[in-house]
């Protein structure tokens, strides 16, 4: 993994570690967790991240 694509999958785990705090609080929808997801998958492709949730990217 190079230096450009380990960045691109810590910035995708830390953006989505505040997404889920953000849940377990109540502050929002399962739903809108995955668009969260969704969207933070297309914003930084992360390579573990991408074949971890299970989603395919355009």
């Not at 995955?34 to 991408?50: A, F, N, V, Y």
């Amino acid at each position: 993994m190079s230096e450009g694509e380990f960045r691109a999958e810590m910035r995708y785990r830390m953006s989505l570690a505040v997404a889920r705090a953000m849940l377990e609080e109540g502050a929002i929808t399962k739903e809108e967790y995955s668009e969260i997801d969704t969207i933070l998958l297309q914003k930084h492709r992360p390579i573990l991240g991408t074949l971890l949730a299970g989603k395919t990217l355009q």
